[in-house]
Nanobody
Framework: QVQLVESGGGSVQAGESLRLSCVLF????????MAWFRQGPGKEREGIAK????????YYADSVKGRFTISQDNAKNTVYLQMNSLKPEDTAMYYC??????????????????WGQGTQVTVSS
């Protein structure tokens, strides 16, 4: 049974950093697409970063480019999201998602079959 478990959320001040982790259980990935989405209060869910674990290719939404970094540790079946220079508008529930194949073009939530339970990130000014 495939399961994603996120951790690392919390409450920080603007300008600070957080690192989110997402562990993939029940599947030893070799070439999957792992992504981070977020949903802020009153907003639609937004795809912000993805990584193709087979080739390491990454993609970022403009809203986080240059501040967030997605990375992988294949030995730990884990994907990370390093978030620097956090802003109040980054406040959201952050979700990890997986598609057990190479990444598709774009970053649509309908492309991902497995989702974690979410971890809350709150950034105060």
């Amino acid at each position: 049974q495939v399961q994603l478990v996120e951790s690392g959320g919390g409450s920080v001040q603007a300008g600070e950093s957080l690192r989110l982790s997402c562990v993939l259980f029940g599947y030893t990935y070799s070439d999957n697409c792992m992504a981070w989405f977020r949903q802020g209060p009153g907003k639609e869910r937004e795809g912000i970063a993805k990584i193709d674990t087979g080739i390491g290719a990454t993609y970022y939404a403009d809203s986080v480019k240059g501040r967030f970094t997605i990375s992988q540790d294949n030995a730990k079946n884990t994907v990370y999201l390093q978030m620097n220079s956090l802003k109040p508008e980054d406040t959201a529930m952050y979700y990890c998602a997986a598609w057990l194949d190479a990444c598709k073009i774009g970053l649509k939530d309908s492309d991902f079959h497995y989702w974690g339970q979410g971890t809350q990130v709150t950034v105060s000014s």
